[in-house]
């Protein structure tokens, strides 16, 4: 807990972890990413990745969290990925991205998402992506609870693809987008027993970690 804490730099922390556990210690913070609730991010290598290889990806991980940081609806936590390294959430709220119960894009949230895709993650083609939609635990009209659990999954789905296909458009390459997948009511980080905490469960996250190619750039001492 106290290598996610805000007091720490990617920096500061990529050295830590690089010098230790590495992948064993990724596979135990990775699932703890968003506040002990979100998804474990990137494909474990397998083989602990050396200190001065970490502070070379927190330094990466610092600049690229303080340009999705300058977006506007935009959300950014420091997080850890399954390899141990550091890694960037970036949370864009449903209620800035959809209306309810669509999964289109506002004319706001596309200005947003253009802006993320062109300041953030073509400046960093190196960094793998991962998206995850979710909703709250609402139930549907004439549904029944499972019926409305797998429409919340499906709606999920549409959004995170949503925000994948808009940025592919804006020119982010599609092989840097790892994966998309929707999780519905899952991982909720608020509580869905108000409108306040169902607003804060109805999000679309965003995961930047070091690609395969950025580590070995690291360990080869090359990575800029």
Do not use: H
Not at 140 to 166: C, F, G
């Amino acid at each position: 807990m106290i290598l996610s804490g805000c007091g720490m730099s990617n920096t500061a922390k990529g050295g830590l972890i690089g010098g230790g556990g590495g992948a064993a210690l990724g596979a135990l913070i990775g699932g703890l990413a968003g506040k002990g609730k979100g998804a474990a991010i990137g494909a474990a290598i397998g083989t602990a990745v050396g200190a001065g290889a970490g502070v070379l990806i927190g330094k990466k991980m610092d600049k690229a969290a303080a340009e999705a940081a300058a977006i506007e609806g935009a959300q950014v936590e420091q997080v850890t990925d399954n390899n141990g390294l550091q890694a960037v959430k970036v949370t864009f709220d449903s209620g800035i991205l959809f209306n309810t119960g669509a999964s289109n894009l506002s004319a706001s949230a596309q200005s947003s998402l253009s802006k993320f895709a062109n300041n953030v993650l073509k400046q960093n083609a190196n960094m793998d992506v991962e998206i995850f939609g979710y909703t709250d635990n609402q139930g549907w009209k004439n549904s029944t609870p499972e019926q409305s659990k797998q429409k919340n999954i499906d709606l999920s789905q549409q959004r995170a693809q949503s925000v994948s296909s808009y940025l592919l458009s804006c020119g982010v390459p599609t092989a840097q987008v790892k994966s998309v997948t929707g999780m519905g009511e899952e991982n909720p980080i608020a509580d869905n027993s108000t409108a306040a905490g169902r607003e804060q469960n109805r999000r679309v996250e965003v995961y930047m970690y070091a690609s395969q190619a950025m580590i070995q750039e690291a360990e080869a001492g090359t990575l800029q």
